[in-house]
């Protein structure tokens, strides 16, 4: 159980688009999901937290305008990095959580490997 | 922001053998957990705490929640090729809702 995918695995876009990554819990109910970003040889980087219907909370220093998140259901949320540039090329993970009586376990999807060109 | 102190930063040691880690924070946690990341996945939750002196095994791994609640311990047993990884922990701070805290990682590499 507990089992997070992340679509896609890999993309490559051009500086100025938009591009849209997609975090679904396939066998839980996700209540809240995390967005994180991670460079090379580094720990994870909180950048939002979001709860299902409402508005995602960002941390400080990441721009919400840029990084649109949206949590539509319990099952889906999608990070959307808009207007791309080089420096947004990064690892993006997911984690979700809904357990009650694990409420601070986090379960991460496999990563979305983004590069901007 | 804040992250967890964790060492060593790597280790390269011998098949077989034991290895052990720590977590350190000047703030109190209320949970820890630890986590492995193999390269281009995502992190995979080994174990949790939830109690101050809390003992928990997995396998060959064991966990500790330190009696202060400001660090934690990860060993690992018997070491295999498999270990290889980076190796996260992560707390969950009072007062600091369901959001977590990672550490620093440390990189284990097993030499046959």
């Known amino acids: 159980g507990a089992v997070v995918s992340q679509h896609p695995s890999r993309v490559i876009c051009k500086s100025g688009t938009s591009v849209k990554i997609e975090c679904r819990s396939l066998d839980f109910q996700a209540t809240t999901m995390f967005w994180y970003r991670q460079f090379p040889k580094k720990s994870l980087m909180l950048m939002a937290t979001?709860?299902?219907?409402?508005?995602?909370?960002?941390e400080q220093g990441v721009e919400k305008d840029k990084f649109l998140i949206n949590h539509a259901s319990l099952t889906l949320s999608t990070l959307t990095v808009t207007s791309a540039h080089p420096e947004d090329s990064s690892f993006y993970i997911c984690?979700?959580?809904?357990?009650?009586?694990?409420?601070?376990?986090?379960?991460f999807g496999p990563g979305t490997r983004l590069t901007v060109t | 922001g804040q992250q967890l102190n964790q060492s060593p930063q790597s280790m390269f040691i011998q098949e077989g053998e034991d290895v052990s880690m720590n977590c350190t924070s000047s703030?109190?946690?209320?949970?820890w957990l630890w986590y492995k990341q193999d390269p281009g996945e995502g992190p995979v939750l080994l174990i949790a705490l939830y109690k101050a002196g809390e003992l928990t095994s997995n396998g060959r791994l064991t966990a500790q929640f330190g009696i202060t609640r400001k660090d934690s311990f990860l060993n690992i047993s018997a070491s295999i090729p498999s270990d290889v990884g980076i190796y996260f922990c992560?707390?969950?701070?009072?007062?600091?809702?369901?959001?977590?805290?990672f550490g620093t990682g440390t990189q284990l590499k097993v030499e046959l």
């Open positions: 984690s979700a959580s809904g357990f009650e009586e694990r409420p601070y376990e986090q379960y």
């Open positions: 992560a707390g969950q701070r009072a007062g600091g809702g369901n959001k977590l805290t």
């Open positions: 979001s709860n299902e219907g409402s508005k995602a909370t960002y």
């Open positions: 703030s109190i946690f209320n949970t």
